[in-house]
């Protein structure tokens, strides 16, 4: 396979680990030890990397890839984000979840029809949020919940919101959503990182 043409970042590779060439490498698969079951990464200058050898480490895998076999070599490649064709994730079809990068691109709707686009997704540790641009308006965040966005179709291209859930407009009294409105607990109904975990 040459150069990903829908590329899904999978990793990105970070410190030289010792003196034989590994690295350390922040994977964004379910399970890290998977960035091995994918097959050549890439870069986005269209460079293979093929994995030798994975071992956890921490909050990260230690990576040997092909070809790399000192430090100064390895140091060479710090920051280097690596991707795969998405044609290359399973598609387990479970209702609800959703890979990140079929969620961008997609039309935002509400009941009165298209009023943007899902530019990124985001995840600052409290949950999935939308970013999309509505009527011109960028950086527009939108928390990826069952409320906010009751419906998703990847085959028909949008997601439609509800604008109030959304924290968009303000509800019926002129107030806009309040802290205490917010249950924690609620889960959120998050897209899949590549590993298909949410």
Sequence with gaps: MSKPQNPVQMAVIGAAHGIKGELRVKTF??????????????????????????RPANSVVVVRFKGVGDRNAAEALAGTELFVDRSMLPDDGEEDEFYHADLVGLEVRDDT?????????????????????????KGVLIPFTQAAVPDVSITEGFVRI???????????????PREEDFDPKGRPRGPKDAGGNR
């Design 29 to 54: 698969t379910g399970d890290p030890l998977a960035l091995a079951d994918y097959g050549p990464l890439y870069a986005k200058d269209g460079r293979a990397f093929q994995i030798i050898d994975i």
């Design 113 to 137: 029809g298209a009023v943007g686009k899902v530019v990124a997704v985001h995840n600052f540790g409290g949950g999935d949020i939308l970013d999309v641009t509505l009527g011109g308006r």
């Design 162 to 176: 509800d604008p109030l859930s959304a924290g968009l407009v303000e509800d019926e009294d002129g107030d806009a």
